[in-house]
T-cell receptor, first 113, second 116 residues
Framework: GDSVTQMEGPVTLSEEAFLTINCTYT??????LFWYVQYPGEGLQLLLK?????DKGSNKGFEATYRKETTSFHLEKGSVQVSDSAVYFC????????????FGAGTRLFVKA | EAGVVQSPRYKIIEKKQPVAFWCNPI?????LYWYRQNLGQGPELLIR????????DSQLPKDRFSAERLKGVDSTLKIQPAELGDSAVYLC??????????????FGPGTRLTVT
């Protein structure tokens, strides 16, 4: 069945370090891919998305590219800040064979000053 | 613009008791979702509404869970009777249709349920 796998956390980085959080997916058809972020004490909010192969989503310095050949949607940021500390969720949505939206387990990021 | 509103934020009940959660989506959003999020995991879809119609409830444990969205606006999710394993955060989200899955979902803050 369809699934999303993302790297386990927690990930601990120093401020200004480079961030990569890996996400791979399994899906029939052509899903849309998302990264959601959950800051402490808040609800999930969309960080970025890509709806077709080779699309790059970007927001707040974060980027992710929809790679169909590797079924991946890795999240990257060149220089993290303490305020980026949060839980990051990779997700897919598709309407192929019936609507599905599937989230990964989440990756907690801690950024130290 | 007001976000998705959920209440209560926290609920503690004893097993076998009933419990209900309420959600008011963003105005104009015709699609509403209920998710359950267990500790350390991502949200899992329970039910999805298009207006007042439940179009996907395949993951809803219908022996004890029920939901309604009268008039296609706010929604209630109920558990009766609750079991220990129902302890989780229950999330409500809404979107402007699902557009084949491409539309952004807007999440509420969730209701944290503890069953003792």
């Amino acid at each position: 069945g369809d699934s999303v796998t993302q790297m386990e956390g927690p990930v601990t980085l120093s401020e200004e370090a480079f961030l990569t959080i890996n996400c791979t997916y399994t899906a029939t058809g052509y899903p849309s891919l998302f990264w959601y972020v959950q800051y402490p004490g808040e609800g999930l909010q969309l960080l970025l998305k890509a709806t077709k192969a080779d699309d790059k989503g970007s927001n707040k310095g974060f980027e992710a590219t929809y790679r169909k050949e590797t079924t991946s949607f890795h999240l990257e940021k060149g220089s993290v800040q303490v305020s980026d500390s949060a839980v990051y969720f990779c997700a897919l949505s598709t309407n192929t064979g019936g609507f599905k939206t599937i989230f990964g387990a989440g990756t907690r990021l801690f950024v130290k000053a | 613009e007001a976000g998705v509103v959920q209440s209560p934020r926290y609920k503690i009940i004893e097993k076998k008791q009933p419990v209900a959660f309420w959600c008011n989506p963003i105005s104009g959003h015709n699609t509403l979702y209920w998710y359950r999020q267990n500790l350390g995991q991502g949200p899992e879809l329970l039910i999805r509404y298009e207006n007042e119609e439940a179009v996907d409830d395949s993951q809803l444990p219908k022996d004890r869970f029920s939901a309604e969205r009268l008039k296609g606006v706010d929604s209630t999710l109920k558990i009766q009777p609750a079991e220990l394993g129902d302890s989780a955060v229950y999330l409500c989200a809404s979107s402007l249709g699902d557009s084949g899955g491409a539309n952004e979902q807007y999440f509420g803050p969730g209701t944290r349920l503890t069953v003792t």
